[in-house]
């Protein structure tokens, strides 16, 4: 064909804009609203939109712009690939992130998920304009629905029949609710909180374990909240004399002395990384143990290993303490 004779075609159907696409574009602004609006993101539909966002709307753009004419791939096959590729592709996207000053947060993953959805919308759109109208691919969704009506109000069918397809689609409303009563209202997993400590650089590397004493040292304390409840931890953080005996396997601890304790509210699902600075007043100290509780912090008169035993998480990070 003339690109000459494609131009009245395409100023023709540049007012038509394509359902389904109309209708991806709309999940993609629905799915931006229930993340960043505070009333949605609270409610089931976050989860909802979320999950068509990750593993079909990226993958149904993608096929709409690669096969615009109907002929090219029947109803099935657009399902089955749009999920396929939706699966291929978000993965692909998460990596390129991870090599970007972005990395794989949120933000970045959404921004670029709604660019690239955008972009293949407006690919695909274009390429059918490109078609004559009787070629391009269109979701009939008013012969689906006079179908389903014919099959569900048919005159002629008999009360069996009807009552049949009626039991279908009861079967079908029922498994859809429950799938959705599932995603959105998920069973709690496993309770636990994460303590850990990383050196002053935010990586679990570089820890301060050579330096004089008195001088003052840093490092960062984290807590990760996956309780499914706001909890208030106690941070307590202690300088102990210790000596392990190969003989016995057993350890002693000769002397300890508090160097920092603190409170820290951290809600649900989430992470406290907080820098703390520390000095070790004396070179008879040679390990550093931090102890994490819950709501139930032992009385003060509860020391030593009995302390340590008490704790809901304990770290600890051998130190030598050279004379200031």
Request: charged letters at 20%; hydrophobic letters at 50%.
């Amino acid at each position: 064909m003339d690109p000459q004779d494609q131009k009245p075609l395409i100023v023709e159907a540049a007012g038509d804009l394509p359902g389904d696409l109309v209708a991806v574009a709309a999940v993609t602004a629905a799915t931006l609203l229930c993340v960043y609006v505070p009333v949605l993101n609270a409610s089931p539909l976050r989860i909802l939109f979320g999950v068509a966002m990750v593993l079909f709307i990226p993958g149904y753009a993608l096929i709409a712009a690669l096969f615009p004419a109907k002929g090219d791939l029947d109803g099935i096959e657009r399902v089955a690939l749009s999920f396929g590729l939706s699966i291929a592709v978000v993965p692909l996207i998460g990596l390129a992130l991870n090599y970007t000053p972005w990395g794989i947060r949120l933000d970045p993953i959404l921004a670029s998920l709604t660019l690239f959805t955008l972009a293949m919308i407006a690919a695909a759109w274009y390429r059918r304009l490109l078609l004559p109208a009787g070629d391009r691919f269109t979701v009939p969704a008013r012969a689906m629905l006079a179908s389903v009506r014919l099959e569900l109000f048919d005159p002629e069918a008999s009360r069996l029949d009807r009552g049949l397809s009626v039991l279908l689609v009861v079967a079908i409303v029922v498994a859809l609710a429950t799938t959705v009563y599932v995603i959105a209202v998920p069973k709690e997993g496993e309770h636990f909180t994460e303590f850990y400590i990383l050196g002053p650089g935010g990586k679990a590397a570089d820890y301060p374990t050579d330096f004089p004493a008195g001088s003052a040292q840093s490092l960062i304390i984290g807590v990760g909240n996956h309780e499914y409840r706001e909890v208030p931890y106690t941070v307590e953080a202690l300088a102990l004399n210790q000596t392990f005996d190969p003989a016995t396997n057993t350890s002693t601890i000769h002397a300890a002395e508090p160097l920092d304790r603190f409170v820290v509210t951290v809600p649900h699902n989430e992470t406290r990384e907080l820098p703390w600075e520390f000095s070790v007043p004396s070179t008879d100290y040679n390990r550093i143990e931090f102890l994490l509780f819950n709501e139930t912090v032992p009385d003060p008169s509860v020391t030593g290993e009995d302390r340590i035993n008490a704790s809901y998480r304990d770290l600890h990070l051998w130190v030598r303490v050279r004379p200031a």
